[in-house]
């Protein structure tokens, strides 16, 4: 009996040491088995010091890329002019109305150098006024002549493609004249200096917050604008649809993603601008006067809200101004487009 009791304890114990041991060995494979999730810290970008905040869409830069004065070109908008080139890196952009049915762009470049920008095309007064308020090389290929004579008038700095070297005509994309005029951003400025142009930039800047944030967090009066429709006619209308992981509006014109015919994306924009400006036919051709000059309403959209705000413009060379009741409005960073219509009842939105 006795011999019994020892050979069970003994084997107890056996037992037990076996568990004991292969306990920890199993718990090791689990380990094994499971995968290492390494946490990696986010990279938080501090801003360079040496960066200061542009004028024109109040993002920053070094201050060697703000030194130059802006470009300002008008951009062909005829469907067979389509897609430009360059559009991407304008700080701000302005669509107006032209000869029926057509529209045409101002595109505003400060810092960024795009590879070409085009097609060029010819120049109205109205657009002019736009170029001088942001002071502006003045760039396009002939124009009405009321252009000419308020270019006379107003001394622009202007470089026209008709009488000069800085622009070729080019035919790779399958564009042909007068749709195909294009030039690039150094072109114009060596061009301007041979010309014995000022260099040095000299206009009023606009008005930015510090950081992008919701309408909704400064301005009681702000609505949802998820989508935006301009119709200019019934052949011509340009969208917005905004995306919130970007927190960018993404552009179409006439139902078609508009993109830019150097790296084939597709344009976005941080602000929208829609300024109403009544116009009157001035001839048989159908040239227009807009009435850039004065005040009126508008509405302001940016990521994802609206407002409804007024403007104003004293003068042909002094910048539109926009309020909310009696208080400048402050924009977010980032580029503009400003889309310049007959009535606000022209613009839609949800």
Known sequence: MKKLLILMLAVFMLTSCSQKTNQPLEE????????????????????????????????????EELSQRPVAVSIDNHPRARWQAGLKDAEIIYEFQVEFPYTRYLAVFLAKQPE???????????????????????VHV??????????????????????????????????????????????????????????????????FSEASSKLSVKYKDSFKANKINIVYNKDNTTDYVYNKDSALYFRFKDTEEHIDELNKEQL???????????????????RLELSSIGKGKGIYFSEGEAVNITWTKKSEKERTRFYIGDTELKLNPGNTWIQIVDSVEAVTNE
Do not use: C
Not at 120 to 135: F, G, H
């Open 28 to 63: 090791e494979q689990e380990k094994e088995d499971k995968p290492v999730i390494e946490e990696i810290e986010p990279e938080i970008e501090e801003d360079d010091p040496n960066k200061v905040v542009s004028p024109l869409d109040g993002l920053k830069y070094y201050p």
């Open 116 to 138: 070409m920008v085009g097609p060029v095309r010819s120049a109205r007064p109205y657009i002019i006024y736009y170029a001088l308020e942001n002071d502006g090389i003045f």
């Open 142 to 207: 002939g124009g009405s002549e009321d252009a000419f004579s308020e270019v006379k008038r107003l001394q622009a700095a202007e470089i026209d493609g008709l009488y000069s070297g800085a622009m070729w005509r080019y035919n790779d994309t399958g564009k042909y004249a007068p749709h195909n005029m294009y030039t690039t951003l150094k072109s114009i400025r060596d061009e301007a200096k041979r010309l014995g142009y000022r260099t040095e930039a000299s206009f009023e800047k606009y008005s």
């Open 268 to 286: 976005t924009a941080k602000n929208i601008i829609v300024l109403e400006q009544p116009k009157s036919v001035l001839d048989s051709v159908g």
